[in-house]
């Protein structure tokens, strides 16, 4: 939809599921499925999504397959694909594996986070970074950065306003286009998150920041409410909570799309997406692909709902 447009969506949803969702699954999803979902989630409307991630596989060897799913990808009109990459070697095998959209980067705002998540210092990594900047700029592909760990690290605890906000401003000074502050542990509170956003809104455009809350507390709703209400129009959602963080032990999967979704609507707050073939994705991915429940809240709810339906038919 063309910006000014009354039908335009209010937020923006960046839907990880098919990258930080199945990471942390215990098997390996097939290609094959990978694209069904990810022709699902387009099919509900969501616009951005992230499909690969070009780390090494025997760090994440459930996303081992990035290259082929990248020179495979069926292309819908108007969706933008992103993938991650960890240095310029990932952005090598990204950029030969077909067209992206977005190349997502990502540093730690804590120093022990950063060195258990890629074995260097953040100076060390933002140094990795900088290649991945010059050519993507070069080639005409935005950087989305990640900063994880901003509200609390599983092994220094509490992570200062200041590393993030200094971090986040570096990042764009780099040429990133847009930062997701990510509550990689999900340890935010509302008046954290609005403390934070307002901090890194002081130095970076509040249009270029996304928030990435996991909800291993239940609050990553509650949270994401917070952001809106301090300027944040960017949020990044799994599919009925899919994913986890490999070096976050006991960390949960990100806010269920569905979950956002649904909280916005009902506020009157378009997000331009269908709930109901977001939940028909997650009952086919729970029943056919991973044969485990799925922790989303809505997405049970409205199970619970058709199933009440189908039996006072």
């Not at 694909?81 to 977005?102: F, M, S, W």
């Not at 990435?212 to 009925?240: C, K, M, P, W």
Request: with cysteine; net charge negative.
């Amino acid at each position: 939809m063309s910006e000014g447009d009354p039908r335009a969506p209010d937020v923006g949803i960046y839907e990880v599921s098919p990258r930080d969702g199945l990471q942390n699954e215990d098997e390996f999803v097939s290609t094959e499925a990978k694209l069904e979902l990810i022709a699902l989630l387009t099919a509900s409307g969501l616009r951005r999504v992230e499909v690969a991630s070009f780390v090494s596989p025997s760090w994440i060897p459930q996303l081992a397959d990035a290259d082929e799913l990248v020179s495979v990808l069926r292309r819908s009109p108007g969706v933008r694909y992103g993938a991650l990459v960890p240095n310029e070697k990932g952005y090598e095998r990204l950029r030969a594996a077909g067209p992206i959209d977005v190349v997502g980067t990502f540093v730690s705002a804590s120093e022990t986070h950063n060195q258990k998540n890629v074995n260097c210092s953040i100076a060390e990594q933002l140094a990795r970074l900088a290649p991945v900047f010059e050519r993507s700029r070069a080639d005409g592909i935005a950087v989305r950065a990640y900063v994880s760990t901003v509200c609390g690290c599983p092994y220094e605890g509490e992570v200062a306003v200041r590393a993030v906000v200094d971090l986040s401003r570096e990042l764009i000074e780099r040429g990133a286009a847009e930062v997701s502050l990510g509550d990689t542990i999900g340890v935010g509170h509302p008046n954290q998150v609005r403390e934070l956003v307002g901090a890194v809104a002081s130095e970076v455009s509040i249009e270029r920041i996304a928030l990435h809350l996991h909800d291993t507390y239940g609050r990553a709703l509650a949270n994401a409410q917070a952001g809106f209400e301090g300027g944040v129009r960017i949020f990044d959602t799994s599919l009925a909570g899919l994913g986890g963080c490999p070096y976050a032990p006991g960390a949960s999967g990100n806010v269920a799309t569905e979950d956002l979704v649904d909280l916005f609507e009902r506020e009157g707050i378009r997000t331009g997406v269908d709930l109901d073939a977001l939940v028909d994705a997650s009952a086919w991915l729970e029943r056919d692909v991973l044969g485990r429940r799925l922790p989303g809240r809505v997405f049970r709810a409205r199970l619970g709902e058709r199933e009440r339906e189908r039996r006072a038919l």
